[in-house]
Nanobody
């Protein structure tokens, strides 16, 4: 059974950092892309980052590029999202997801979703 469990969210001041973790089970990283999405109140779900199953290539939304880093630890079956220089507009529920789709920032490309973890960035 495929499962994804996010952790690491919390409250942080602007300029601070958090590292989110997505523990995966039921598949291997060569089977599915793993992406991070976020959704803030009143806003559309937004693709944040993705690491590709094919070769580990990484992708980022322009809004987080140069601040966030996605990585994976194959031995631990965990994908991370290191978030640096956080801004209040980064406040959202962050979800990790897995799927085979070719469009990394499209939610329909992902079959499986975690429960989400809240990230709140204060001014």
């Amino acid at each position: 059974e495929v499962q994804l469990v996010e952790s690491g969210g919390g409250l942080v001041q602007a300029g601070g950092s958090l590292r989110l973790s997505c523990a995966v089970s039921g598949f291997t990283f060569d089977q599915y892309n793993v992406g991070w999405f976020r959704q803030a109140p009143g806003k559309e779900r937004e693709g944040v980052s993705c690491i590709a199953s094919s070769d580990g290539s990484t992708y980022y939304a322009n809004s987080v590029k140069a601040r966030f880093i996605i990585s994976r630890d194959n031995a631990k079956n965990t994908v991370y999202l290191q978030m640096n220089i956080l801004r209040p507009e980064d406040t959202a529920v962050y979800y990790c997801a897995a799927g085979p789709g070719r469009f990394w920032d499209y939610s329909g490309s992902y079959y499986y979703w975690g429960q989400g973890t809240q990230v709140t960035v204060s001014s």
